[in-house]
């Protein structure tokens, strides 16, 4: 593969290695948060939340962005946005303008991943795209790693503001490899109207879906989170009947899902954000609370997760080109479904060693998941289609793993009022919740396409 790809790669994964990584980094800042604003946890959540409110918002905009004003515009415009924000985070007098300022940031880091995947498949071509992605689709699972330790050490030798800081010189050089590396994309002519009906129901829909799962776990009145979950799915299912309906250009068309193997591919990563995101939410909480570590001994020992997953692109790079799509991919769920087995006993005080190999094994998994799926639907939809087809895949991923959060956060709750002061086995229970993502994840994916030499095999 030629250099040149590679350097658009490199720029591109830049960007989406630095709005998903402060995704995460800022969790374990929360307590220091806390102390300098003098709010109360339940209070100071919302510097998470609504970062995550913000990304799942902008999401569905990005492929009309794209289509409107050109790709590489959007993608070098949402760096500087996000530049900005993560400035205005770091100079924040307050708790409710650090909110407001999280906000901006999610809205930019939205944009990111699937304007950099639409430009990326673009320039990969179908005959190339299946190995780029191998690479650069590590760099999402390696986000919930990383991000606590970087956290951890930051705040070990500096003080919060740094949290925000260091995106500066990662967004700048992205900026600066962009103009020279990313090929420019033409918008496609302007004249496509913004679906605005669509977006005041999806948008919405899902930032009020994801606030009423997440308000589940605080000090919001029942009734209020049952409001919001009942809005939220409404307004989704306003958005479908809309988009099945409407004789435009949805924001996202629901029609994608009919069209094999968009449907199939799309619940795989749905229940891969669950199952990863979901994950690296609850282990490090147990860790911290129930084991008594540290944010920098619980980045250290969730760091083979980050080395599984290095091992798993480089063994779909290789074989991406050879291995039926669905044979890595039901490979890739088996292997998460094996890493996350041992977390079902973590009441029987399971070594440090076998949570390490877990995490190693489930890395490993799931980078054999991504790729291979964003590949099977990048090489078969038309270029004109990338844009909406990045858009929605993300969205799902993104949904996947913040409602994923969500209702494991829930179950969680639940299991530990049950529990009552057996705190490990509260989280075991809820870990075997993610062994039957896995399990889901299974059933579609054996709904996945394969070669014409290997039907052709199987029929004779």
């Not at 100079?91 to 650090?98: F, N």
């Not at 103009?179 to 005041?200: H, M, N």
Request: hydrophobic fraction near 55%.
């Amino acid at each position: 593969m030629d250099a040149a790809l590679w350097r658009t790669a490199f720029t591109l994964v830049l960007g989406t290695f630095m709005a998903t990584l402060d995704s995460t980094i800022v969790l374990v800042g929360i307590d220091a948060l806390a102390d300098r604003f003098d709010a109360r946890v339940t209070d100071i959540q919302w510097v998470t939340t609504a970062y995550l409110l913000a990304v799942v918002t902008a999401v569905p905009a990005s492929g009309w962005l794209a289509d409107r004003f050109g790709g590489r515009r959007v993608w070098i415009t949402a760096v500087a946005v996000f530049l900005l924000a993560s400035v205005l985070c770091a100079l924040a007098w307050s708790l409710p303008a650090l909110v407001a300022f999280r906000v901006l940031q999610g809205l930019a880091g939205g944009l990111l991943p699937a304007t950099g995947q639409a430009l990326l498949a673009r320039a990969a071509g179908r005959e190339r795209i299946g190995r780029v992605l191998g690479v650069v689709s590590v760099v999402p699972l390696l986000s919930p790693v990383l991000g606590p330790l970087a956290g951890g050490s930051i705040l070990a030798v500096a003080d919060w503001p740094w949290l925000f800081y260091v995106n500066l010189p990662v967004g700048a050089v992205a900026i600066l490899l962009a103009r020279r590396t990313v090929p420019a994309v033409p918008a496609a002519g302007g004249r496509t109207p913004f679906d605005v009906r669509g977006a005041l129901l999806l948008s919405p829909g899902l930032a009020v879906l994801v606030f009423g799962l997440t308000a589940v776990d605080q000090a919001v009145p029942p009734a209020v989170v049952a409001a919001s979950i009942a809005a939220g799915l409404a307004m989704l299912a306003g958005f479908v009947v809309h988009g099945l309906r409407t004789r435009g250009t949805p924001l996202i068309d629901p029609r994608l899902f009919a069209r094999p193997p968009f449907g199939v591919a799309a619940l795989a990563l749905v229940v891969l954000g669950a199952s990863v995101f979901g994950t690296m939410f609850l282990l490090p909480l147990f860790l911290q609370t129930g084991g008594g570590l540290s944010a920098w001994e619980t980045g250290l020992l969730l760091a083979p997760q980050g080395v599984g997953a290095a091992i798993g692109s480089v063994l779909v790079t290789r074989a991406v080109d050879t291995v039926a799509p669905r044979t890595l991919v039901l490979t890739g769920i088996a292997l998460v479904a094996v890493g996350t087995a041992p977390f079902t006993q973590l009441h029987h005080d399971l070594p440090d060693v076998v949570i390490a190999l877990s995490l190693l094994v489930r890395g490993a998994g799931a980078a054999m998941i991504g790729a291979p799926v964003m590949n099977i639907v990048y090489s078969r939809i038309e270029p004109a289609r990338l844009p909406g087809a990045a858009g929605a895949l993300n969205l799902l991923n993104t949904v996947g793993g913040s409602v994923g959060t969500a209702v494991l956060a829930v179950v969680l709750s639940t299991r530990l009022t049950a529990r009552g002061p057996d705190t490990p086995a509260a989280f075991a229970d809820t870990f075997w919740w993610v062994l039957g993502f896995a399990l889901v994840a299974a059933l579609g994916a054996t709904r996945l396409p394969r070669p014409v030499h290997e039907k052709g095999h199987a029929d004779a």
